[in-house]
């Protein structure tokens, strides 16, 4: 994890002066436990979930929303501001800041939209099937979130049918049970920032 948080802190600003990495995955892949990890490494470097972003009404059409609060301080050097959407009071609460660090982690489902991708340092992807991931998501989630799992499949199918993230990843993460492996991605180039392949102990990866 050290060493990819050393590739990623090379790698010019894409946002500002911020190097935006967008994590990326089915629901349920485990995109933020990885992107936890990966800020710690990168030194406590801020993480915007993309949860926080969505609603019930607008399950992926908060782009706009992502674009005003965010992505626009940020070109400009700005501290953003974001609303964060509480899924039970189903409202948006007051505005949180996020500085315009020298590296921001934004994970969830659609991190690598084409709207953001011109933003991004870098896309990770988080190699997991859709079946297993949305396994394990109904998994954790329990039985009163069963009718929402039920509608959330059929908008993240539409979603990436239309707007798809994982060939335009630059790197490919797999979990294992000695931590994770990075690998080069659809999009990955052979270079100065190749990617790599590590498989850690979870408790060491930080």
Do not use: N
């Not at 992502?66 to 501001?81: D, S």
């Not at 948006?92 to 500085?99: A, E, K, R, T």
């Not at 394990?136 to 009163?144: L, M, N, P, V, W």
């Amino acid at each position: 994890m050290h060493d990819l948080a050393t590739r990623l802190r090379r790698l010019s600003p894409s946002c500002g002066p911020v190097r935006l990495i967008g994590v990326d995955g089915h629901a349920g892949s485990g995109k933020s436990t990885f992107a936890g990890q990966l800020a710690r490494a990168l030194g406590d470097a801020p993480v915007l979930h993309l949860d926080d972003i969505a609603s019930h009404d607008e399950l992926f059409e908060w782009t706009a929303r992502l674009l005003t609060q965010v992505i626009e301080p940020f070109t400009r050097g700005e501290t953003a501001h974001y609303t964060p959407y509480d899924w039970r009071a189903r409202v948006f609460g007051p505005p949180l800041p996020v500085p315009p660090a020298p590296v921001v982690v934004v994970e969830g489902v659609g991190a690598g939209r084409r709207a953001l991708r011109p933003y991004l340092a870098r896309l990770l992807w988080m190699e997991m099937p859709h079946e297993d991931s949305w396994a394990r998501g109904r998994t954790r989630d329990g039985a009163e979130q069963r009718e929402f799992w039920d509608g959330w499949v059929e908008a993240e199918l539409r979603h990436f049918a239309d707007d798809p993230s994982r060939p335009f990843a630059d790197l490919l993460v797999r979990q294992s049970g000695k931590g994770y492996e990075v690998l080069t991605g659809p999009a990955g180039t052979v270079g100065p920032d190749q990617s790599f392949t590590q498989s850690d102990d979870p408790s060491a990866m930080c």
